[in-house]
């Protein structure tokens, strides 16, 4: 069973920065494809990012490239969201996603553990 703990949200004005962390336990990490959702109040849960298990591989939402960066380190059990040029519309709770299978599906179905989540609010 692998447990997955978010941190580093918070409220940032438009054109701010944040990283996001998350702290996984109970697993074989470096086994694991990881990826970043959000879920927006009255919408549903998107995907934002997404990082093999190597590393060696990424994807991202379009309505997210070339602003946020995903990263892992293998040996300290994280991954990170690097978020620059915050929106307003990136507004959202984050969550951090685990599949066994290692790959970096956009689809929460591929997904076995999640975490609570974290809030990002941006100001405008």
């Known amino acids: 069973q692998v447990q997955l703990v978010e941190s580093g949200g918070g409220l940032v004005q438009a054109g701010g920065s944040l990283r996001l962390s998350c702290a996984a336990s109970?697993?074989?990490?470096?086994?694991?494809?990881m990826s970043w959702f959000r879920q927006a109040p009255g919408k549903e849960r998107e995907f934002v990012a997404a990082?093999?298990?190597?590393?060696?591989?990424?994807n991202y939402a379009d309505s997210v490239k070339g602003r946020f960066t995903i990263s892992r380190d293998n040996a300290k059990n994280t991954v990170y969201l690097q978020m620059n040029s915050l929106k307003p519309e990136d507004t959202a709770v984050y969550y951090c996603?685990?599949?066994?299978?290692?790959?970096?599906?956009?689809?929460?179905?591929?997904?076995?553990?999640w975490g609570q989540g974290t809030q990002v609010t941006v100001s405008s």
């Open positions: 109970g697993g074989t990490f470096s086994r694991y494809g």
């Open positions: 996603a685990a599949a066994a299978y290692g790959g970096y599906s956009t689809t929460t179905r591929n997904y076995d553990y």
């Open positions: 990082i093999r298990w190597s590393g060696g591989g990424t």
